[in-house]
C-alpha cells in the first residue's frame, strides 16, 4: 500500500470531505451558519483544509441545502447533494465517498461541528500517511482520539458496499491492524458542538471569550425571576425566530454576524416588560451577560451610524419592530396605530417618527446586502405575511 501511495505523492491527491447535511436538531440553530471567530463554522471547517494545502475539499448538503449554496459558491469549493439526508450521516459519508476521483491517495473525513483543525494537525496527518504503510490515520489529543481521520483510498469500495451498520466508526474499527495514531497538540480535533452549551465552549475556545450567554436553565431562571409574562415569552420567541432567520441570510451574504447571541437577546429583550424604561431595566438584569444586555438596552430606541457595519442590535431591534404581539407585520403596520393616536403630541410622536424611520433604514440595509426583500424572507422562511 505504500508503493500505492507514493505514486499519487503529495497534497494534490488527497481530498477532504466535509458533512453538513444534518437537521442540528440537538443545537436547535443551524450548525453550519452559526458564527465562530468571525466567520462560521462551516467557513471555519473548510479554511481548515484550505490553510493546510488541501484543493479538492467536498461539502456534503442535505438539510437546508440552499443557504449553504451561496457559501459554498463564494469559497470555490465543491457541493455534494444528498438526496438521503434523513437516512443520517453515514449516508451523506457515502455520497461525499462516491463522488471522488478515481486517482486520489486519500480522503480526510470531517464532520462540520468539528471545524476547529489545526493546520499543523493536517500536515502531521499528510506526512505520516505517505511515510507510513497504514491506511487509516487518526489524530489524537491526551491520547483521545479525534477529528478528522485520513483514510486510504483503499477503503472506497469498503464504504460504498458497507451495509450502514453502527457507522463509519464501526466500519473502520474492522480495520484497527491498519491504524496508526499521530499525537497532536491540537484539543479542538475533540471539540464538536452538539448542543447550545457546546457551541459557547467552542466560542470561548476560539478566542470569542467576551461572549457570555445564560444556558437555558439561566435563561428559565431569568424569565421567572423577573415574571415575564406568557404574552411577553411569545411575543419574544416570535422576535428571536426572525432576528435568527435575517442573521442566517446576512451570514451567508458574508457578515460577521453572531447568530446565538441574536437568538438569546432576542429571546430575552423584553425580560422586564411593565417596567418604566423596561430596556434599561432588562439590561441591568443581565449585567451577567454585557453583549446581551447591550443589545436588550437599546432594543426600543437605537442610534444609527450609517458608516458603520450592522450588528446584532439593529437586527434585533428591526424584529422587535416586525412583531407586533406573536405575529408578523409591516412597519407600516406596526407604527401606524401609535402615530395617528399621538399625532397632537409633538414630543411622542416626533419620538416615534424616529423609530420608524430608524427601523426603515436598518430594513433598507438588510434588504440591500441580502438582496432579497424582507417580505420575501417572512413568506419562505417563516410563514408570515410581512
Given amino acids: 500500500m505504500l508503493a500505492e501511495k507514493e505514486n499519487n505523492l503529495g497534497k494534490d491527491s488527497l481530498a477532504a470531505i466535509i458533512v453538513a447535511a444534518g437537521y442540528s436538531s440537538r443545537m436547535k440553530d443551524f450548525k453550519p451558519l452559526l458564527a465562530l471567530g468571525g466567520s462560521t463554522v462551516l467557513e471555519k471547517a473548510i479554511h481548515s483544509f484550505q490553510n493546510a494545502g488541501i484543493r479538492d475539499i467536498r461539502v456534503v448538503v442535505g438539510h437546508r441545502a440552499n443557504e449553504l449554496f451561496p457559501v459554498l459558491g463564494r469559497l470555490g469549493v465543491q457541493t455534494i447533494v444528498n438526496a438521503n439526508y434523513s437516512e443520517g450521516m453515514f449516508s451523506s459519508i457515502i455520497a461525499g465517498v462516491r463522488s471522488l476521483r478515481s486517482e486520489i491517495a486519500g480522503f480526510f473525513i470531517l464532520p462540520v461541528d468539528n471545524p476547529l483543525i489545526e493546520g499543523d494537525t493536517l500536515e502531521k496527518l499528510q506526512n505520516t500517511f505517505f511515510s507510513t504503510e497504514f491506511g487509516i490515520v487518526y489524530p489524537t489529543y491526551q491520547g483521545l482520539r479525534g477529528h478528522p481521520p485520513l483514510i486510504s483510498n483503499h477503503y472506497v469500495k469498503k464504504v460504498l458496499s458497507w451495509d450502514n451498520s453502527g457507522g463509519m466508526r464501526t466500519l473502520l474499527e474492522q480495520y484497527e491492524y491498519d491504524v496508526i495514531e499521530v499525537e497532536v497538540v491540537d484539543p479542538g480535533i475533540l471539540l464538536d458542538m452538539d448542543t447550545p452549551e457546546d457551541y459557547h465552549q467552542m466560542l470561548k475556545y476560539c478566542g470569542d471569550i467576551s461572549i457570555q450567554l445564560p444556558s437555558e436553565e439561566e435563561y428559565n431562571a ?71 444586555a447591550a443589545i436588550v438596552a437599546v432594543h426600543t430606541d437605537i442610534c444609527l451610524d450609517p458608516d458603520e457595519p450592522l450588528t446584532e442590535k439593529e437586527i434585533v431591534y428591526l424584529a422587535d419592530k416586525l412583531v407586533m404581539d406573536d ?18 403630541d409633538q414630543e411622542i410622536f416626533s419620538n416615534i417618527k424616529q423609530r420608524f424611520c430608524n427601523a426603515e433604514r436598518i430594513q433598507t440595509r438588510i434588504e440591500q446586502i441580502i438582496e432579497m426583500p424582507l417580505h420575501d424572507l417572512l413568506k419562505a422562511d417563516l410563514g408570515g405575511q410581512g
Fill in 327 to 344: 405575529q408578523f407585520v409591516s412597519l407600516q403596520a406596526r407604527f401606524s396605530g401609535p402615530l395617528e393616536k399621538h399625532k397632537n
Fill in 222 to 292: 431569568l424569565i421567572k425571576r423577573a415574571k415575564t409574562p406568557v404574552k411577553v415569552i411569545k411575543h419574544c420567541k416570535q422576535v428571536a425566530k426572525l432576528s435568527c432567520a435575517m442573521g442566517s441570510y446576512l451570514i451567508r451574504a458574508g457578515c460577521p454576524i453572531n447568530l446565538e447571541l441574536i437568538r438569546v437577546a432576542a429571546l430575552l429583550h423584553d425580560l422586564a416588560k411593565g417596567e418604566a424604561q423596561h430596556a434599561l431595566v432588562g439590561a441591568r438584569m443581565l449585567e451577567n451577560y454585557p453583549e446581551v
